[in-house]
């Protein structure tokens, strides 16, 4: 069992920054894959950012390629998102989420892959 606590949400104006953190207890932190996912109000849950446990691989969404940048700290137990130029519409609850049985690169961008959510921290960007 793992489990995940985010922080470091809020209200921000566009074009500023914030950096999100997830917390992981329980079980070992780094042979899980880390991912980040959003979800505004009436859309579906959508992909944002992953990173492997083994390669240290990165994956974006194209909404958010060059402008956020996932990493972990295994020593910490901790994935971040540093999310900068934000926009509006980046505006949702960011949930993280930990999976261990992701063995091909499609698999990090389904929520399905991953076992262990978060409860998720709101950002919000006004204009």
């Known amino acids: 069992q793992v489990q995940l606590v985010e922080s470091g949400g809020g209200l921000v104006q566009a074009g500023g920054s914030l950096r999100l953190s997830c917390a992981a207890s329980g079980r070992t932190f780094s042979s899980y894959n880390m991912g980040w996912f959003r979800q505004a109000p009436g859309k579906e849950r959508e992909f944002v950012a992953a990173i492997s446990w083994s390669s240290g691989a990165t994956y974006y969404s194209d909404s958010v390629k060059g402008r956020f940048t996932i990493s972990r700290d295994n020593a910490k137990n901790t994935a971040y998102l540093q999310m900068n130029s934000l926009k509006p519409e980046d505006t949702a609850v960011y949930y993280c989420?930990?999976?261990?049985?992701?063995?091909?690169?499609?698999?990090?961008?389904?929520?399905?892959?991953?076992?262990?959510w978060g409860q998720g921290t709101q950002v919000t960007v006004s204009s």
């Open positions: 989420a930990a999976g261990s049985r992701i063995y091909y690169s499609g698999a990090y961008y389904t929520p399905r892959f991953y076992e262990y």
